[in-house]
């Protein structure tokens, strides 16, 4: 019974995996989980997680941010992205505001505890993609970038 587990569970490479590498989305889900254990080893330390990180990135290039347009363009359902918010505010990372222009309506700012932490990350991040992106010369990283931004336009 051993002998007949073990040649269900076929090594990888002795796998035909042809049809699969010419899926675009196939490996770009296996691209993004390598940079995703990639990040957690890099920016554990901090306590950053792929999700937080854009999240402070976000908020520091546009404060007032409101959640639902954050929540938008993560592609992060807004019960989620609340849930997150809630516990970065508990920690003092960003502070919730009422919009002047709309007193329904809130707006996200980061505290100087979330500007330093999201600095910290920020000089991790070009090492960072420099390892991930290693197998590519400068001008494929560039290519890629502008291939990647030509599908996903935000």
């Known amino acids: ?20 590498r010419r ?13 995703f254990e990639g990040f957690y080893e890099e920016f554990a330390a901090l306590g950053l997680t792929p999700a937080t990180y854009a999240i402070f990135a976000v908020i520091r290039d546009n404060p007032g941010v409101p959640p639902s347009s954050l929540a938008g363009l993560l592609r992060l359902r807004l019960p989620n992205l609340i849930k997150i918010l809630n516990e970065l505010e508990s920690s003092g990372f960003i502070k919730r505001n009422r919009s002047k222009a709309d007193r329904r309506a809130v707006e996200l700012m980061l505290t100087p ?29 560039r290519t890629l970038l502008e291939l990647l931004n030509r599908i996903l336009p935000l």
């Open 1 to 20: 019974m051993k002998s007949a587990v073990k040649s269900a569970r076929q090594p990888e490479q002795s796998l035909d995996l042809k049809a699969l």
């Open 23 to 35: 899926t675009p989305g196939f490996m770009l889900r296996l691209a993004q989980l390598k940079f």
């Open 113 to 141: 505890k979330g500007a330093k932490l999201i600095h910290e990350g920020a000089r991790l991040t070009e090492p960072y993609n420099k390892k991930m992106l290693a197998p590519l010369s400068e001008t494929e990283q």
